[in-house]
């Protein structure tokens, strides 16, 4: 395979493959193919199978050149891992997340992920449906206020959305650098501090995707899927994510837990998960040669 075209650094790899842990002749799937990073180490680690996921069609010629070298022991299923049921009907003996998006998709301006690069305002992982630039158009001020709010976790929401809608007024926002200009004109960048428009950029993104309910449904579907002893590995990148994840697997674990103070208090036979691991982040060598793995956390468990 063209290795020389490697663009995506696979976050946390060792880890992963510590976690999933695969084995001869076992079914995997890699539910956020991409560059293929993950896959390429568990073929390679076992003579195994991977059936791997993902909804941005341009993986696809990455999908075949992998289908070319591992023939039968590869699969490529486009769609989202939040059918997982429907694309994945068979019992699997493990499965891994890698949520987000990849340095391809950040690195190709016209996507329109980035506000450093001039670019329509797309954000679409699948590239149809609702765009960034159909939401920042179409939101009236409080929806859009919210959104930021509560997916970019923003304080100033309310002043980027009075902005947006004033803005408006006169132009429609086209281009990911004409907005990332509306957020500097309320929220002023500070030295050492993230660039000002990065949380109302991960909202928007969150939204265009549905991440959320993606990484909800995605989960469920997986461990559903499950053989007894299978392994579900999930690597997150931000605090919301991190939360269902973290979420997820403590009710679904083997410790006792109470959801809320009035509900019963749920046995260890009642989740689907025998083991939960402690959340495990990356080696402070691996920030250093890939800056995108800073924010990575990796959080595994067992079926039981
Ligand atoms: C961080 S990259 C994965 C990189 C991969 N682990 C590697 O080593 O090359 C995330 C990938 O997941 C895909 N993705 C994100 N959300 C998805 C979803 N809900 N369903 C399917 N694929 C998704 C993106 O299109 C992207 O290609």
């Known amino acids: ?3 020389q075209r490697q663009k995506h650094v696979p976050v946390m790899l060792k880890e992963v493959l510590e976690n999933l842990k695969p084995q001869k002749g076992e079914i995997y799937v890699d539910a956020t193919f991409g560059h293929g990073g993950y896959t390429k180490a568990v073929l390679d ?8 996921l993902d909804r941005d069609p341009k993986v696809r010629v990455r999908a075949n050149e992998f289908k070319n070298t591992y023939g039968e022991r590869f699969e490529f299923r486009a769609g989202k891992f939040g059918d997982f049921s429907d694309l994945v009907p068979e019992k699997i003996n493990g499965a891994v997340f890698d949520i987000g998006v990849s340095s391809m998709q950040l690195d190709e301006a016209e996507r329109g992920f980035s506000f450093s690069k001039e670019a329509p305002l797309d954000m679409r992982m699948s590239c149809e449906g609702l765009s960034a630039k159909d939401i920042v158009n179409s ?14 976790e923003e304080r100033k929401s309310r002043q980027i959305a009075k902005a947006i809608v004033e803005y408006r007024r006169k132009k429609r926002i086209e281009t990911t650098t004409e907005l990332a200009k509306i957020i500097y004109e309320v929220v002023h960048h500070r030295a ?8 109302t950029f991960q909202a928007l993104r969150i939204a265009v995707n549905d991440e959320l309910g993606e990484l909800e449904r995605g989960l469920q579907g997986a461990a559903e899927r499950l053989l007894s002893g299978g392994r579900l590995v999930v690597v997150d990148f931000h ?4 939360r269902i994840v973290k979420n997820f697997m403590k009710e679904n674990g083997g410790k006792k837990v109470r959801i809320s103070k009035y509900a019963p208090e749920l046995s260890p036979q009642d989740g689907l998960f025998s083991e939960v691991s402690k959340i495990i982040v990356p080696t402070v060598e691996e920030c250093k040669v890939n800056p995108r793995a800073r924010s990575a956390k990796l959080r595994s468990a067992v079926r039981r």
């Open 1 to 3: 395979m063209a290795e």
């Open 45 to 52: 680690s076992a003579v195994c199978k991977v059936i791997a």
């Open 139 to 152: 939101y009236g001020e409080r929806e859009l206020a919210d959104l930021i709010y509560e997916y970019g």
């Open 192 to 199: 050492g501090e993230i660039d000002p428009a990065t949380r």
């Open 239 to 242: 605090s919301l994510e991190d």
